[in-house]
């Protein structure tokens, strides 16, 4: 009987060596990012917040920029309202980061905290693994503030109007193509569908704004 239950020891304990060196060579294959088996997934959670803010910034200004140009000839109108747009919308994307990032992070704590009640095993690396509010914060306002100031440059030294809403048409459809390719690239994922994808939706946000607008501004409303 002795015999038998070291045998059943040793057993389970060769199955554990195994498991463990199974879930080694599994994280190692993740952190790898040249290899095939990397987590793309992983690397799509940053890169959706970081492409987000920053196509949320361009297409959000050069749209409201178009919808002044549409009624207001003067570039200081265009730009006040750009630069409104810039730190309004920086602001509510770093408050409704850090609301949901702070939410999330609630949950997660609480479930660690079942998890020990149950007498499981929670590491230290877990904790590490914890979202930072303040960090999803930051980012999503300087992300919103780097896509938003490109058409407010595009318009700030040219007086000519008409020559200034081409200038942020441009600009922005550049820029936009740009987000669509780096999205595309660092996941893996078609670029030309993803560029075209991005840039069709900024177009069209930017035509619906400026053709409201210049409606509501022509009837007098």
Not at 8 to 23: A, F, G, P, T
Request: charged content about 20%; some cysteine; aromatic content about 6%.
């Amino acid at each position: 009987m002795a015999s038998l239950e070291q045998g059943n020891q040793q057993s389970r304990k060769n199955v554990e060596l195994s498991i463990h060196e199974n879930r080694l060579v599994s994280m190692e294959q993740h952190q790898d990012p040249k290899g095939d088996d990397f987590n793309y997934a992983k690397r799509g959670q940053w890169l959706r917040a970081a492409i987000l803010g920053a196509n949320d910034g361009l297409v959000s200004v050069a749209s409201l920029m178009m919808g002044i140009g549409a009624v207001k000839r003067e570039v200081m109108a265009m730009i006040l309202a750009g630069f409104a747009g810039l730190v309004a919308g920086a602001c509510s994307m770093a408050i409704g980061e850090f609301v949901s990032v702070y939410t999330q992070r609630d949950i997660e704590v609480a479930q660690m905290k079942r998890d020990k009640r149950n007498n499981s095993t929670v590491g230290d690396d877990e904790d590490e693994q914890l979202p930072n509010p303040f960090q999803a914060a930051i980012a999503s306002a300087f992300a919103f503030a780097v896509g938003a100031v490109v058409p407010l440059l595009a318009a700030a030294f040219i007086r000519e109007h008409k020559v200034r809403l081409g200038m942020v048409i441009a600009a922005s459809s550049l820029t936009l193509l740009v987000f669509g390719w780096v999205g595309a690239a660092l996941g893996r994922t078609p670029v030309v569908r993803s560029a075209v994808r991005v840039l069709v939706g900024g177009w069209m946000a930017m035509a619906v704004t400026f053709g409201l607008t210049k409606l509501i501004g022509s009837t007098g409303l």
